[in-house]
């Protein structure tokens, strides 16, 4: 069974860059969409952008300029950093696995079925 | 439109029948998966693709569609379905960008 383990620093000043790791165990790194999605103190969920097993990436249009995903296949990681954190940037970040099927020749649709058990980030001065 | 919209809350007495509703534009193209979330715990997936569930998930919980609207149903609800419902999909304009609708707090009475 798939696990997903986060970690990261959990406190941060304005300015600085957040920083967290999700490893994958338990399944293959290829073949998925890897995810990060946050959660702002009693809000919604948010998705922040995602990475495939071959490194191309998707981001949020509004966090493109401060966001980077990466991966590191041979520990089965992958990372995400945003930089210049603000009080806004304050939620609980998840990563997750984007799995996808098919419904019908040429159509897709995809699902995140795991999810790690999110890591808390506060920005503080 | 990218927003997907849904109730901000729904109750259900134990035992009944309760729709758990998600509109968009972007439901035209796209399926919405849900996901259900208690308090200090990660989501987890309830429904995906057309009416799918993952494995352990009961089977009183169930997808469907109709035009620009996807419902979660949950029929016979028990307490330890009370909590948050989030919608997913993906938006019309923009094909890789996930969005989420604000959620659907649901109480068992």
């Known amino acids: 069974q798939v696990q997903l383990q986060q970690w990261g620093a959990g406190l941060l000043k304005p300015s600085e860059t957040l920083s967290l790791t999700c490893a994958v165990y338990g399944g293959s790194f290829s073949g998925y969409y890897w995810s990060w999605i946050r959660q702002s103190p009693g809000k919604g969920l948010e998705w922040i952008g995602e990475i495939n097993h071959r490194g191309s990436t998707n981001y949020r249009p509004s966090l493109t300029s401060r966001v980077t995903i990466s991966l590191d296949t041979s520990k089965n990681q992958f990372s995400l950093k945003l930089a210049s954190v603000t009080a806004a940037d304050r939620a609980v970040y998840y990563c997750?696995?984007?799995?996808?099927?098919?419904?019908?020749?040429?159509?897709?649709?995809?699902?995140?079925?795991?999810w790690g058990k999110g890591t808390t980030v506060t920005v503080s001065s | 439109s990218s927003g997907l919209t849904q109730d901000p809350a729904v109750s259900v007495a134990l035992g009944q029948t309760v729709r758990i509703t998600c509109q968009g534009d972007?439901?035209?193209?796209?399926?919405a998966t849900w996901y259900q979330q208690k308090p200090g715990q990660a989501p987890v997936l309830v429904i995906y693709?057309?009416?799918k569930r993952p494995s352990g998930i009961p089977d009183r919980f169930s997808g469907s569609y109709s035009r620009n609207t996807a419902s979660l149903t949950i029929t016979g609800a028990q307490a330890e379905d009370e909590g948050d419902y989030y919608c997913n999909s993906r938006d019309s304009s923009t094909y890789y960008l996930e969005v989420f609708g604000g959620g659907t707090k649901l109480t068992v009475l």
């Open positions: 693709g057309k009416n």
């Open positions: 997750a696995r984007k799995n996808s099927g098919s419904s019908s020749p040429g159509s897709h649709y995809y699902y995140m079925d795991v």
């Open positions: 972007s439901l035209r193209d796209y399926y």
